[in-house]
């Protein structure tokens, strides 16, 4: 265990933030609902409040890692911040702590507060409600908001896409999943099934443009052309955001990619089922919370780490990839990340020098962290990094897949 509990020591808890509230905090609700207070779940639900951040270093252009939609503001974003003490005092002095607060967060299902990027009807609302059944889904506007809710203790988890069977890898959250302290504690997979929408009496030749989440835009590319529109395609947050915003700007002429839910819940008609071009389209999404889960070797699982090659060197990746490759261990995933800074290489025999991009490897494996070839493969691999986290060991997701 020596090696993995130094691998795990630099990403302790998160400690509760001073001056937010614990989960069930009343919030100041903005945009059109501006100086509201929600005094209950219910009426927050009801206002369809997303959670909106106030990140750092904002790209201001971009949503989830690409190139922002033409997007309508949203009618009402639901700030962190709380207006009362976290024993509901209108002071804004500190409030002693009482037991409430000092509960862990509930075990799966009912009350576990799971934060998703999207509005309701969003692809990644359902996988939410398959990682924690009964559980309250929050909505969020930006993945970085979804880590935030978690560290703010806000909520208990976050689950969000990591990867699809057609689009591949969703870059953002594995960026961002550096950059936070949380713990991956488990996966889910999600068959992901599109829909065509549009307002009641729409019709296929009325539809000039096509909105939706550029991963769904991207799933349904062929399948759109093929079916002879002539249509704009526009990147939006999510897709069941963009139902959401033809049926409140009413629009006649633009048609959204969303699920059947997305229909029901904002009043559209399915022009056409199941657009993606795989009907094998899948996306899986990572569990994530502030604490590990404790690894065991009773049943499968995934561990998730991410190094970066840095010391000098030769064939680093070789001999990380060899280390789990003698010890029979499989690899499910890699992925490599750019990331600064970028180092200068040196040509002494023709005296020039270059600049080298470094990376971040992604590593996912199939066997636990409670397994001590995996404990030694770590070690070993330690030896040849500059850096080494363990984002995660957690169940796999075994479920049988149904496509519908
Ligand atoms: O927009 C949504 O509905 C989402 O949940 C996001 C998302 C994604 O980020 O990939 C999730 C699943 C689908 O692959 C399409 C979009």
């Known amino acids: 265990m020596a090696a993995a509990s130094l691998i795990m020591a630099p990403i302790g808890p998160t400690p509760r933030m001073p001056g937010h509230a614990p989960c069930r905090a009343r919030c100041v609700v903005r945009g059109s ?79 576990l507060r799971v934060a998703y990027q999207g509005v309701p009807g969003a692809y990644s609302e359902k996988a939410a409600g398959k990682a924690y059944p009964g559980c309250d889904a929050v909505p969020c506007d930006q993945f970085e908001v979804a880590f935030q809710a978690v560290e703010n203790w806000i909520t208990d988890r976050a689950v969000l896409p990591v990867e699809n069977s057609l689009g591949g890898s969703i870059h953002r959250n594995y960026d961002l999943m550096l950059r936070h302290r949380l713990h991956i504690v488990g996966e889910v997979q999600l068959p992901v099934h599109h829909c065509l929408l549009a307002l009641p009496g729409v019709r296929k030749e009325d539809i000039t443009r096509v909105i939706s989440h550029p991963q769904a835009l991207a ?80 049943r499968p699982f995934k561990t998730s780490i991410v190094f970066a090659h840095g010391k000098e060197g030769t064939s680093v990746l070789f001999k990380v990839l060899s280390a789990f490759a003698f010890r029979d261990i499989s690899l499910t995933k890699i992925e490599s990340r750019p990331h600064r800074p970028i180092r200068p290489v040196e040509d002494a025999n023709h005296g020039t020098s270059a600049k080298q991009f470094e990376y971040m490897f992604y590593v996912d494996f199939q066997a636990s962290l409670a397994d001590p070839r995996v404990q030694n493969a770590l070690a070993e691999v330690q030896e040849f990094t500059s850096f080494l986290r363990v984002l995660g060991s957690y169940p796999m997701d075994m479920t049988p897949i149904t496509h519908n």
Not at 43 to 51: F, G, I, K, M, Q
Not at 244 to 270: K, N
Request: net charge negative; glycine share 8%.
């Open 33 to 111: 609902l501006q100086g509201a207070v929600v005094n209950s779940r219910t009426e927050w639900l009801t206002s369809c409040a997303v959670l909106s951040s106030k990140v750092a270093a904002q790209v201001p252009h971009s949503t989830n890692g690409y190139v922002a939609p033409a997007a309508a503001p949203r009618g009402a974003v639901l700030d962190l911040v709380p207006t009362r003490g976290i024993n509901g005092s209108a002071s804004n002095l500190p409030q002693p702590l009482r037991i409430a607060d000092l509960c862990p967060a509930p075990v799966h299902g009912s009350e």
């Open 219 to 298: 799933q349904c590319e062929h399948t759109i052309t093929r079916m002879g529109l002539s249509v704009v395609r526009e990147a939006f947050d999510d897709t069941a955001g963009a139902a959401e915003h033809v049926a409140a700007h009413g629009l006649r002429d633009t048609a959204a990619i969303a699920s059947s839910r997305a229909a029901e819940l904002y009043g559209m008609e399915v022009l056409a089922d199941g657009i993606q071009d795989d009907c094998g389209n899948m996306t899986r999404f990572v569990m994530l919370a502030r604490e590990p889960i404790v690894p065991r070797t009773d």
